[in-house]
Structures are given as structure tokens and as C-alpha cells.
């Protein structure tokens, strides 16, 4: 288990919340892709740096993009703060930096993901 993955406790907590695959292609392994979109947000590291083990950067990414469209996130965030002791303390808007180009996007689908950053970012994290 590397520094940045969820524990058994975590993971017992988020998954009866993440969204039931539909029809089509098999999803991957949620708990992979939730630890690479994890270490990405405690990191503040690019995409394109996330490790290997976490799977494809763009799988790990359009998740991500798709359930903030969802409101996946705020249903995890509130769920941990209330459930895991000292889960995610560090995660908020505070240290979740944006890339240079988060200032706009020609396809206009950026919107939607700063939309989604700004509505996790009102839950604050501390300590119990």
C-alpha cells in the first residue's frame, strides 16, 4: 500500500457510494483509479505524472472529470469527514492547485470541472 492510498477502512466507507457501472466496456478497478486521483489531489502533481501502478492517466482523469459532474465527490467527501477519523485532512480547496491553463478552456468542459472543485472546496477538513 503506498503513502497516498485509501485504507480498508476508507475504501469500506466510499464504495457503496461510487456509481453503479452501467451497460458497455467493464470499468476498471475503482479503488486503483480512486488512489491515482488521491494522490494527485495531495500531491498537486499534473496528470501526466501519476505513477503507473494507478492505471491510464486519462482513465484516472475522465473519472474524476465524470463523477464531479455527478457530484460523486461532495457525496464522498461528506462521507468520510463524517465516518474516518482524520480522513483527508488535507483536502481542500487551500492546496488543490490548478494547472496553469485552468484559466479557460476553447471547449468550454473546464467549466464544469472548476464548478466542481469550488463546490468540494467549501468543505473544510480538520481535525477531530
Not at 23 to 34: E, F, M, S
Not at 36 to 49: E, M, N, Q, S, V
Not at 69 to 98: C, P, T
Request: aromatic letters at 10%.
Amino acid at each position: 500500500m503506498a503513502r497516498f492510498d485509501l485504507s480498508d477502512e476508507e475504501w469500506a466507507v466510499i464504495q457503496p457510494l461510487l456509481p453503479v457501472p452501467g451497460r458497455g466496456a467493464k470499468r476498471g478497478d475503482d479503488r486503483k483509479v480512486l488512489n491515482g486521483i488521491f494522490y494527485i489531489l495531495r500531491t498537486g502533481a499534473p496528470w501526466r505524472d501519476l505513477p503507473e501502478r494507478y492505471g491510464p492517466r486519462t482513465t484516472v482523469y475522465n473519472r474524476y472529470v465524470r463523477w464531479g459532474r455527478k457530484g460523486v465527490w461532495k457525496s464522498v467527501f461528506d462521507a468520510l469527514a463524517e465516518e474516518v477519523k482524520d480522513s483527508l485532512i488535507f483536502i481542500d480547496g487551500s492546496i488543490v492547485k490548478a494547472h496553469r491553463a485552468a484559466a479557460g478552456s476553447k471547449r468550454g468542459n473546464f467549466s464544469s470541472v472548476l464548478d466542481a472543485h469550488a463546490e468540494v472546496a467549501q468543505v473544510r477538513f480538520t481535525r477531530l
